[in-house]
């Protein structure tokens, strides 16, 4: 690929390896001033170590990198941010306990006297940072209390006022359900000639705002190809090495049976307001919202994590007074939770793959407390399976598994604690393409079983083709409901920005 | 552009053997910390002939095992108590309280139920420091220290200032008495190491710690009863403490008030020379009874150099930093997180 104008980031023949591990092998990569580069690949590919080189975080084994035709070289963080290069982290990087102000101003606070610094003047800077990137955000609130797009989108606006020549985006949109605000600032860095690095699983938004993109696979720079030019299909098959088996099928069957197996009735607590709705048995219950609607809340209150304010929860046709996740996991058939953040919420990371899937029923492979290895490990094979987790990852730490290993193994914890009724959050948030078609599979079995889903997902497409029903929330309440052929994604959008809240035919139509 | 030809199945397979032989250095990892604090005591034995030809000899080892048993015992408890994030500041008072009365109630001829009453009485006090951290959110530090002061208090009125009383015989026998030329205790302690590494290892109650020690928000959701779970091993630190002293009772055939104080920060330092994280989550059983013998050897072979006291300390300390330092968890959790995966 010969390059006619210099290139504002080039990399040659970057290596490295973790002792045995090869985490990236003769990667090259080019970035012109002012365009908006993708970076493709599945989990595990390579993307968050060539972040990492680029960033300053790691020094590559060989390889050599330039910045506008200077050699480039950081040695830190702070030493590639010298050099106008920034990354906005995919696990945010923010620190929970100071304010909005003091993360963007860090590590160098403005000063007052005595070597102190000025909390004003920090207040001052973080608002026009703010201002500037149009983030109404109040500088002196604790990260820690920042809902999680808000935190988001706070790590994207500190690395674009520190980025001015290389910006890096590791999943900016990973908890941003609107993309437009990011969209219109990644065009003002590219007016201004910055070079910016995109990484996103979501193939639709990297082709409405990248010109290029670079396939990584294995830790190989695979080839960069004009996105104009090469149709989905190609893409995939560059990024999982074969070409994509099927998309996404539609309409699963019709529920096997009509009984209720959870419902919901006036359930009310800090932000939602009386909601209602019934759970089927065999039913996959999708729930669409845009952030921030409720929809935290709803899954958090259904298992004791959330305090209720009134409503009931019934369980196979009675009253569940559920006060944790144990207690959810005790009702009726069962309710088990799959939270929102694999990292704060999911994971142990230091106990092994299959440790942290027989957790919950650890008690079922041990006699007299003592537990054992081999029952434990059959038990977590036989799971693994079921959502298509190699078996050979299980006497692994789980830390050292990809983000989508991760979750299939989530996935299969909450599958093993025989619970029947599954309450699974979007539960494919950052993982890559191969992962999700084996979570929809393994969704779809659990329900043909005869168990039950309720699933929330960031991405519409998902719902559409997993959802039976569908459940819109909007400002705390359900506005909506969508059952078959319904649930396609103008209705859905149509709902979820609230526009029909107000007409009353809408209420009450659902369950 | 680096296209890359040719067959896919040979590039997964090449990665499959790289990522099969990083799972086997997990491991290695944690072995590598257990047997270089065992190895860092059998090196401190060996040079100690050259201070002394009496030190290093067979009796020697078997002293520093008889000397170490109360570090082992009462740092399994403190162990679970870091485990799950916690620390427990009342062992102290709890080696005097159970030593006191061991010696107050206890005789030769009611000791059989005497002691387990005692002993349940401590894990009694432990569950208090349980239910202050758990239900009350009390930082374990502050619980502990608390509880402590009572604890030690109660001790001082229960015997009016100076304990009486003599060691029942069976604590005797386990302390000073011999079989096949090896001190009892020597045995129980050994049988105290497996059963208490498969207790924090091998067994549910011990798998729960660790989730609850890694992350207690995740514990949570996943299912664990975490109240509950994280006041047991409060209990079980203070039933360990409480046998210390009675175990000292039976070394020494007496009780004193102060008998605790120099328990308290070798019962922490064996835990985290023995490779836990002090933030919890982490570590096995068999490396803090490692660095235990490790911190008694050290003692028994600086006291034999003949330095004052003052000294002593001082030597003792900065060994102790060193051994930290070099030997503590995060500096292999830290070469782990550049391990991590892309």
């Given at each position: 690929m010969s390059e006619a104008r210099m290139a504002s980031v080039e990399c040659r023949g970057v290596s490295k390896s973790y002792g045995a591990t090869v985490a990236l092998e003769d990667v090259s990569i080019s970035i012109g001033p002012g365009e908006v580069h993708a970076l493709l690949g599945e989990n595990g590919a390579g993307k968050s170590t060539l972040v990492k080189v680029l960033g300053g975080v790691v020094e590559p084994d060989r390889g050599t990198m330039s910045l506008t035709g200077e050699p480039y070289a950081p040695s830190s963080i702070l030493g590639a941010r010298r050099c106008g290069v920034a990354i906005a982290f995919q696990e945010l990087s923010l620190l929970q306990n100071l304010t909005v102000a003091e993360n963007l101003c860090l590590p160098k606070l403005p000063a007052a006297k005595a070597g102190l610094f000025s909390r004003g003047r920090t207040i001052e800077k973080a608002s026009q940072i703010l201002a500037r990137f149009d983030l109404p955000l109040d500088p002196e609130e604790a990260v820690g209390r920042l809902s999680l797009p808000d935190r988001q989108r706070l790590e994207i606006v500190r690395a674009f006022s520190h980025g001015t020549r290389l910006l890096i985006l590791d999943e900016p949109t990973a908890s941003l359900s609107d993309v437009d605000w990011l969209f219109r600032l990644i065009e003002n860095a590219r007016k201004a000639g910055t070079a910016v690095l995109y990484i996103s699983h979501r193939l639709a938004e990297v082709r409405s705002i990248c010109s290029r993109a670079t396939v990584l696979r294995n830790g190989r720079s695979i080839d960069t190809v004009d996105l104009a030019g090469a149709d989905d299909n190609r893409i995939f098959e560059m990024m999982v090495g074969r070409s994509a088996k099927k998309t996404l099928s539609t309409h699963a069957g019709k529920p096997k049976s009509s009984g209720a197996v959870l419902s919901v009735s006036d359930l009310t607590t800090d932000i939602l307001d009386s909601v209602s709705f019934e759970l089927k048995e065999g039913e996959i219950l999708g729930v669409a919202a845009l952030?921030?609607?409720?929809q935290r809340d709803l899954f958090r209150s259904l298992v004791g994590l959330e305090k209720r304010r009134s409503g009931s929860i019934s369980v196979d046709g009675k009253v569940a007074d559920i006060r944790s996740p144990k207690g959810a996991l005790a009702s009726g058939r069962g309710m088990a939770f799959l939270p929102e953040e694999r990292k704060t919420e999911g994971i142990?990371?230091?106990?092994?793959t299959a440790s942290n899937m027989t957790l919950p029923v650890v008690g079922n492979v041990a006699s007299f407390g003592v537990v054992s290895r081999s029952r434990e490990r059959d038990a977590a094979g036989e799971t693994a399976d079921v959502v298509d987790l190699a078996r050979r990852y299980l006497p692994f730490r789980i830390s050292d598994l990809s983000g989508g290993n991760q979750q299939k193994a989530l996935l299969a914890r909450t599958v093993m604690t025989g619970a029947r009724i599954l309450l699974l959050f979007d539960p494919t948030r950052g993982v890559d393409v191969g992962t999700k078609q084996s979570i929809y599979e393994a969704i779809r079995q659990f329900t043909e079983d005869g168990g039950s889903v309720l699933f929330y997902s960031s991405e519409l497409p998902e719902i559409t083709s997993l959802a039976q029903r569908c459940l819109v929330l909007y400002g705390g309440r359900i506005v909506e409901a969508f059952e078959g052929d319904a649930i396609e994604e103008q209705n859905l959008v149509g709902a979820m920005i609230g526009h029909r809240e107000d007409s009353a035919a809408s209420k009450g139509a659902y369950s | 552009m680096n296209q890359t030809t040719g067959n896919d199945g040979s590039a997964t397979d090449t990665f499959a053997h790289v990522e099969d032989r990083r799972a086997s250095s997990g491991i290695d990892r944690d072995l590598v910390n257990i047997v270089a604090v065992f190895a860092l005591s059998a090196v401190l034995i060996l040079c100690s002939r050259f201070v002394s030809p009496a030190l290093g000899s067979w009796n020697q080892v078997l002293t520093i095992l008889t000397l170490s048993s109360f570090l082992i015992v009462l740092s399994f408890g403190q162990g679970l108590v870091i485990l799950v994030g916690g620390l427990d500041l009342s062992t102290p008072s709890l080696v005097v309280i159970g030593g006191v009365l061991a010696t107050v109630y206890g005789s030769d001829g009611n000791a059989f139920y005497v002691l387990p009453i005692a002993l349940c009485v401590c894990a009694l006090i432990g569950l208090v420091n349980g239910a202050g951290v758990v239900i009350l959110g009390i930082p374990p530090f502050i619980m502990t220290l608390a509880s402590s002061i009572f604890v030690a208090s109660a001790a001082l009125g229960l015997t009016g200032g100076t304990p009486r009383g003599n060691s029942p015989e069976i604590l005797a026998f386990l302390m000073k008495e011999r079989w096949l030329g090896i001190p009892v205790v020597v045995y129980f302690v050994v049988l105290f190491a497996i059963v208490g590494w498969i207790v924090q290892s091998r067994t549910t109650l011990g798998r729960r710690l660790y989730a609850i020690g890694v992350n207690r928000e995740a514990a949570r959701i996943a299912g664990i009863d975490v109240g509950l779970t994280e006041a047991i091993p409060y209990a079980i630190s203070a039933a360990c403490a409480g046998f210390v002293g009675m175990m000292l009772v039976g070394y020494s055939d007496g009780a004193t008030?102060?008998?605790?104080?120099?328990?308290l920060l070798p019962g922490i330092a064996a835990v985290v020379i023995g490779g836990?994280?002090?933030?919890?989550g982490s570590g096995s059983f068999v490396g803090t009874v490692g660095g235990a013998i490790l911190l008694t050897t050290l003692g028994t072979v600086i006291s034999a150099i003949g330095l004052d006291q003052g000294y002593r300390t001082i030597i003792e300390g900065s060994i102790i930093l060193v051994a930290l330092v070099l030997l503590r968890e995060d500096l292999f959790s830290g070469l782990r997180l550049r391990n991590r995966k892309a």
């Open positions: 952030e921030g609607q409720g142990f990371a230091s106990l092994t | 008030l102060r008998m605790g104080d120099s328990y836990s994280s002090i933030l919890g």
